[in-house]
Antibody, heavy 123, light 107 residues
Framework: EVQLLESGGGLVQPGGSLRLSCAAS????????MSWVRQAPGKGLEWVSA????????FYADSVKGRFTISRDNSENTLYLQMNSLRAEDAAVYFC????????????????WGQGTQVSVSS | DIQMTQSPSSLSASVGDRVTITCRAS??????LGWYQQKAGKVPKLLIY???TLQPGVPSRFSGSGSGTDFTLTISSLQPEDVATYYC?????????FGQGTKVEIK
């Protein structure tokens, strides 16, 4: 059974940093493209960042580019999101989500999602 | 960047009604369109991918259609357990984009 478990959320002051983790189990992590998607309170889903199965390619929404860094450790089956210079508008539940990639080609939306971790930004 | 626009933003229908939600892309995305169901306080669940392919285990009353810029999600006979917010998502290239969501309620 595919499981994704996020951790690392919490309350941080504006301008502060947090590192989110997503521990994966039940599947071959290195064959999955992984993403972070967030949802502010009462709002819709917003894609934040994505990383290729190998970790070579990374992608970011304009709203977080230059502040957030996505990475992965395929030996530890873990996805990360380093969030710096946090702003009030970054407050949200952050979900990690994965999709199977065949021979490195990812051609589907993410099917597997974690339960999310809450990030609050306030002084 | 490609924008995804859903309509309506909310709807109320009776049990057994046919419900249709539309999603329009600002540029063509072929069939790289997914539909998610998110119940209150829960994680999004993938219902449909490639515009019309039902995810295993999803009830057959759900169906999707469309290609290019215009897509629809249809619930053929609305059930109480279908109360949720539904999102479309384009995934052919980054940046991914979600529609703003359609909240479905029972009348």
């Amino acid at each position: 059974e595919v499981q994704l478990l996020e951790s690392g959320g919490g309350l941080v002051q504006p301008g502060g940093s947090l590192r989110l983790s997503c521990a994966a189990s039940g599947f071959t992590f290195s064959t999955y493209g992984m993403s972070w998607v967030r949802q502010a309170p009462g709002k819709g889903l917003e894609w934040v960042s994505a990383i290729s199965p190998s970790g070579v390619s990374t992608f970011y929404a304009d709203s977080v580019k230059g502040r957030f860094t996505i990475s992965r450790d395929n030996s530890e089956n873990t996805l990360y999101l380093q969030m710096n210079s946090l702003r009030a508008e970054d407050a949200a539940v952050y979900f990690c989500a994965g999709r199977y990639c065949s021979d490195g080609v990812c051609d589907s939306p993410p099917r597997d999602w974690g339960q999310g971790t809450q990030v609050s930004v306030s002084s | 960047d490609i924008q995804m626009t859903q309509s309506p933003s909310s709807l109320s229908a009776s049990v057994g009604d046919r419900v249709t939600i539309t999603c329009r892309a600002s540029q063509g995305i072929s069939n790289s369109l997914g539909w998610y169901q998110q119940k209150a306080g829960k994680v999004p669940k993938l219902l449909i991918y490639a515009a019309s392919t039902l995810q295993p285990g999803v009830p057959s009353r759900f169906s999707g259609s469309g290609s290019g810029t215009d897509f629809t999600l249809t619930i053929s006979s609305l059930q109480p357990e279908d109360v949720a917010t539904y999102y479309c998502q384009k995934y052919n290239s980054v940046p991914w984009a979600f529609g703003q969501g359609t909240k479905v309620e029972i009348k």
